[in-house]
C-alpha cells in the first residue's frame, strides 16, 4: 500500500481552496491547470462486450455500500464486464467485514477490486479517484458515492447507449432518490451478525431529471482518465487530510475536462439520501447544524 503523509498546515491553503471552489465556477481558463485533454481522434470508440470500472469509497458508510454491491449481485450485468472497485480503510472494521463477505461471492461479470488506503488519503476522495483513473484497464470508468445503486438493466443499458462514442464525460438523465432518511430508518437498520444480499422497496424513490454529471454519476471515457486523472493537476485536491473533506473536487473535475457531461437514458440509478453525514468528526452541535443544512438544501432542490 502507498504511504501517504499529510503535510502540514500552511497558512494560504484556505485560500487555495477558495480559489479553486471560484475558479471551478468557470471565471478561470482550465487550460491554465490542464492545458489538453485527449482530442476526440484519440479516444478508442469501443463496441461490443465494454469493460467498465465503478469506483466507490466508503468510510464508516457500510450500512450504505451493502445496497450498492448488493444490486451487482441482485442485477448483474449481462452485457459487459464490471470491476467493482471500493477504496476503503482497515480501521473501518464494518467495512472491511462486508467486503469481505461479498468478496466472497461469485457474480457473473463483475469483478471485486478492494482498495486499501490509509483513513488519511481515504479522507480526501479525489486521491482514490485518480489513482483509479491513471490505472485504469476499462473502456469507461464511472465514480460514484456508496450510496448510490445500479438496479434493473442500469449496467446493460449503460453498455448498449456507450457502443461507440467518445464522450469525454457522460451522466444517467434520471436519477431516483429517497427523502432525506434518518438514521433510524428501516432501511438503514442491518444485522451485522447476519450478513446477507439486501434489497430495497423502490416505491420509496421519487424521480429527480439531472442537468450535469454530479459527483455520484460522473461516468469518463477511460482514455481521458488515464491522461488526464482525477484532478491530477491540482495538487491542493490530492493532499491527505485528518479529517474527511467535502467533496468540492467534483466540480472542478468537470472545470478542468471542460464540460458538464453529456445526459444519457440510463435506468435503474437510484441513491438513498441521508440526513446524518457519519464520516465528518466534530461535536454533537456541529453534526446537527450539518443535518439541519442538508434538510434545507434538499426542500430547496426539490
Excluded at 429527480?208 to 482525477?230: E, K, N, S
Excluded at 457519519?278 to 438544501?297: E, H
Amino acid at each position: 500500500m502507498t504511504q501517504y503523509t499529510v503535510p502540514p498546515d500552511r497558512w494560504y491553503d484556505p485560500l487555495v481552496g477558495r480559489f479553486l471552489r471560484f475558479a471551478a465556477g468557470g471565471w478561470v481558463p482550465a487550460s491554465w491547470f490542464l492545458p489538453k485533454i485527449p482530442a476526440e481522434s484519440e479516444r478508442a470508440a469501443k463496441t461490443g462486450t465494454l469493460h467498465i470500472e465503478i469506483v466507490s469509497h466508503c468510510w464508516k458508510y457500510a450500512h450504505f455500500l451493502i445496497y450498492q454491491l448488493s444490486s451487482l449481485v441482485r442485477f448483474p450485468p449481462q452485457k459487459a464486464h464490471v470491476t467493482m472497485t471500493v477504496y476503503y480503510c482497515r480501521e473501518d472494521t464494518t467495512t472491511v467485514a462486508l467486503l469481505n463477505y461479498f468478496g466472497s461471492l461469485q457474480v457473473p461479470n463483475v469483478t471485486w477490486n478492494w482498495r486499501e488506503l490509509p483513513r488519511q488519503a481515504l479522507f480526501r476522495r479525489a486521491i482514490g479517484r485518480n489513482e483509479a483513473a491513471l490505472n485504469t484497464k476499462a473502456d469507461w470508468i464511472w465514480f460514484t458515492d456508496c450510496d448510490l445503486m445500479f438496479r434493473e438493466d442500469c449496467l446493460d443499458r449503460l453498455a448498449d447507449v456507450l457502443q461507440g462514442r467518445k464522450d469525454v464525460l457522460v451522466y444517467p438523465r434520471i436519477e431516483r432518490c429517497t427523502s432525506l432518511l434518518s438514521n433510524e430508518d428501516p432501511m438503514l437498520a442491518i444485522d451485522w451478525n447476519n450478513l446477507q444480499v439486501v434489497d430495497v422497496d423502490t416505491t420509496q424513490f421519487e424521480e429527480f431529471v439531472r442537468t450535469r454529471a454530479t459527483g455520484p454519476l460522473q461516468i469518463t471515457h477511460a482514455d481521458v482518465a488515464r491522461a488526464c486523472g482525477y484532478c491530477d493537476s491540482l495538487s491542493y485536491y490530492q493532499r491527505p487530510s485528518e479529517t474527511w473533506c467535502k467533496a468540492y473536487e467534483d466540480r472542478a473535475f468537470r472545470w478542468l475536462l471542460r464540460t458538464q457531461g453529456v445526459p444519457l437514458e440510463i435506468p435503474g440509478v437510484y441513491r438513498i439520501r441521508h440526513v446524518f453525514k457519519g464520516r465528518y468528526t466534530g461535536s454533537a452541535i456541529n453534526t446537527g447544524v450539518r443535518s439541519w443544512i442538508r434538510r434545507t438544501v434538499a426542500r430547496i432542490k426539490g
